[in-house]
């Protein structure tokens, strides 16, 4: 199975939501979630729990854990060959909040299907402005 190419969602104005987040956490912390990221790549669709979930409507998470921290990245397939990390979470419940969801498919549906520099670009969306 070949490997799957990982990008990072990027807005118009060129922040990517999942490395905002990353950079404010802990070294181990970010540890483990390259290696989860790196499981992802590996695997793609065929990854599974503990280290991968379905969500709702077309959204995964990428589940990790650093202390007493869940750390979560949401992510969604473009077509069969590319995962697109569109956000990060870290939680103390280990259930994921329904508007973090929500965003996700927000940035799901206006993504552009055209990827510039490693990054899906995202249509301007109505709700979002």
Request: hydrophobic share 35%; charged share 40%; net charge positive.
């Given at each position: 199975m ?7 969602y ?19 912390a970010?540890?483990?979630?390259v290696?989860r990221i790196?499981r992802?790549?590996?695997?793609g ?13 077309g959204?995964?998470?990428l ?13 969604f397939?473009?077509g ?7 956000s ?7 259930d994921?909040p ?29 709700q979002?402005?």
């Open positions: 070949p490997k799957m190419k990982v990008v990072f990027r807005d118009e104005k060129g922040d990517v939501p999942v490395l905002d987040w990353f950079d404010n956490l802990a070294r181990k970010q540890d483990k979630c290696v790196e992802l790549e590996e695997l669709h065929e990854l599974r729990r503990p280290e991968a979930d379905f969500l709702r409507d959204i995964y998470e589940r990790a854990k650093h202390q007493r921290m869940n750390l979560r990245i949401l992510y397939f473009h069969k060959e590319s995962v697109v990390l569109a990060g979470l870290t939680k103390q419940r280990s994921v329904p508007g973090a969801i929500d965003r996700v498919i927000e940035r799901k549906n206006c993504s552009q299907k055209t990827r510039q520099h490693g990054a899906i670009r995202r249509i301007r969306c109505q979002e402005e």
